[in-house]
């Protein structure tokens, strides 16, 4: 009896011990990553030095470009989680682009705000910047939020717009759950189809097109996409990431050469 107790008594200081020590570890990883950027002194992303609240205050801080190129080490020094990779997909744009243009560049922005796949969430809004990565796609990282104040979801996305040539029309394709595939089965739905989207019909110019050069895109995940007249709009639907971009990237070179 004595025996059994004093080995739950064991156990029970083992399992303490080792609680205590990995809220210990916790700690320490956040104070490292806290002490990453000493004490009295600010990050300033546009010239990636550090600066006194002083500095800025006076008109001192070093004037750099928004859009420069981070090193690897400064986004693993500064940031982490979602936002970390958020700067990774805001550097790699920034190396592959051609030129940064301002998100109120007129042409992208009157494709962004006909879109029927925004006006699905309660606000949205691009950075800043956006990426023209050849003579005919830009890209860019879009704010989406729905619901309210209270009870609201947002993300940082990324948009992709492709100017096509030629009019084909206007359709959203959205990741197809179960039920749609039931219904469309069903009903035989019309319009041209990407396996594993819904297919919805605002305005058809060519009734039977078939759109073989968006079927690169055929089971994709965490995308939708909306053809608009000659631009092809793909827009993630969860947090941008490197994975994502890289394959939608890979998939519109095979779109252009269909």
Known sequence: MLGGLLAVSILILLFLIMRYSLKNLD?????SKDTDIPDGYLYD???GTLVTVEEIENGEVPQGRTARVKSQEEIEAIYDGDEKEI???ENTLREKAIEIL???EEDFLN???GLSL???YSEWAVDEDVYKLSEKLIVGL???QLGTDRASYSDEQLIFVLRLDGDYGHYVFEQQSSEGWIQSVLSGSKGPKIEGFDTHIIQEVRPDEELSFLQPFKNSKYLALELVRNFLVVKTTRQAN???FHTIMCNLEKCLDA
């Open 111 to 113: 494709v962004l705000e």
């Open 242 to 244: 490197l994975k994502d």
């Open 45 to 47: 992303e546009d010239s």
């Open 87 to 89: 700067k990774l997909v």
């Open 118 to 120: 925004l006006a699905l």
């Open 142 to 144: 879009l704010e989406v």
């Open 27 to 31: 700690k320490e990883n956040e104070q």
């Open 102 to 104: 301002q998100s109120e």
